[in-house]
């Protein structure tokens, strides 16, 4: 099993900045899986937003994001991040964190990941 924890979502202006991490546990975790970050809006369907592979090397971005966005991780901590700066309000929603061992690469860039969190708010008011 897979445990997925987000934390560090809240409320911000517009132009501001969050840091939100996930922590990742469970006995068949491992450092080698590909994390990303996703998110849903209200009343939206879920899209990707980043996602990085196991060693940190590659990443990738939903082009909205670019430029704005940063997803990293700590291996030794189980442990991926995301900045997030520039907030606008369309960047509004809950923001989950997924794993899932048989994607890597491009493969990433998806919505059908097999473990995820259970979501931390992000709100940006304008």
């Known amino acids: 099993q897979v445990q997925l924890v987000e934390s560090g979502g809240g409320l911000v202006q517009a132009g501001g900045s969050l840091r939100l991490s996930c922590a990742a546990s469970?006995?068949?975790?491992?450092?080698?899986?590909?994390m990303a970050w996703l998110r849903q809006a209200p009343g939206k369907e879920r899209e990707f937003v980043a996602a990085?592979?196991?060693?940190?090397?590659?990443?990738y971005y939903q082009d909205s994001v670019k430029g704005r966005f940063t997803i990293s991780r700590d291996n030794a901590k189980k442990s991926v991040y995301l900045q997030m700066n520039s907030l606008k309000p369309e960047d509004t929603g809950v923001y989950f964190c997924?794993?899932?061992?048989?994607?890597?690469?491009?493969?990433?860039?998806?919505?059908?990941?097999?473990?995820w969190g259970q979501g931390t708010q992000v709100t940006v008011s304008s």
């Open positions: 997924a794993t899932d061992p048989e994607l890597d690469g491009l493969g990433l860039v998806s919505i059908e990941y097999k473990y």
């Open positions: 469970g006995r068949t975790f491992s450092t080698n899986y590909g």
């Open positions: 990085i592979n196991w060693s940190g090397g590659n990443s």
